[in-house]
């Protein structure tokens, strides 16, 4: 099963604009949660991440939105530049656990 | 400081055969995760190691398997390969201290089963 979702595979924002990737997972365990940005033919790289004592964490262009009750993080980018087209993973860990729990990702373009 | 480098980077194989893949964390990190992304299926975990001892195990059949030595290098090891077992293999490693460490991934292996 599925504990950590993207249910939007593509997204396509103008340049300048805000992207918003969205993210809901499923176990009340998870209590630390990371945005990883992959390009085509490389691994994953770490973007940014938020621990559940927070609810807001932002990096330059980057903020991710944590709803705990609603188990839903968000991440914005602002404003979306061409070099942010990759695919963008969410993932999730529970505390004492070194593993994380991706989504499926989401394809961002960004259109100049 | 060197990353994660993942060997090799592209390998072929047909049904039935055995593989192995290795992975070199990051000089200092002792826990090596490895996952398997395939389309539509995100990054599965698959096993993390930690002081040459599998530490956290995912949900995926015995024909896979993984070490780590003491200098924390790691190989994953495939056997009897399906055609499902077509993806791209990512190693991870961080300092394993239980820490809230981001993992650092290598580019990976495209691991194709004909």
């Known amino acids: 099963d599925q504990q950590v979702k993207q249910n939007s595979p593509s997204l396509s924002v103008q340049e300048g604009r805000i992207s918003i990737l969205n993210c809901d997972y499923t176990?009340?365990?998870?209590?630390?949660f990371l945005w990883y940005k992959k390009y085509p033919a490389e691994g994953p790289t770490f973007l940014i991440s938020?621990?559940?004592?927070?609810d807001k964490n932002e990096d330059g262009r980057f903020t991710v939105f944590l709803n705990k009750s609603a188990k839903h993080l968000s991440l914005h980018i602002v404003p979306s530049q061409p070099g942010d087209s990759a695919v963008y993973f969410c993932?999730?860990?529970?505390?004492?656990?070194?593993?994380?729990?991706f989504g499926t990702g989401t394809r961002l373009t960004v259109i100049p | 400081k060197a990353g994660v480098t993942q060997t090799p980077r592209y390998l072929i194989k047909t049904r039935g055969q055995q593989v192995t893949l290795s992975c070199s964390p990051i000089?200092?990190?002792?826990?090596v995760s490895w996952y398997q992304q395939t389309p539509g299926q995100g990054l599965q975990f698959l096993f993390e190691?930690?002081?040459?001892?599998?530490?956290n195990k995912g949900n995926f059949p015995g024909r896979f398997s993984g070490r780590q030595f003491s200098n924390s290098r790691s190989e994953m090891n495939v056997s009897t390969l399906e055609l499902g077992d077509s993806a791209l293999y990512l190693c991870?490693?961080?300092?394993?201290?239980?820490?809230?460490?981001?993992?650092?991934f290598g580019p990976g292996t495209r691991l194709t089963v004909l």
């Open positions: 993932a999730a860990s529970a505390t004492g656990a070194n593993n994380l729990f």
């Open positions: 000089s200092g990190h002792r826990s």
């Open positions: 991870a490693s961080s300092p394993g201290d239980y820490s809230y460490n981001e993992q650092f």
């Open positions: 190691y930690f002081s040459e001892t599998q530490r």
């Open positions: 938020i621990s559940s004592i927070k």
């Open positions: 176990n009340s365990m998870f209590d630390y």
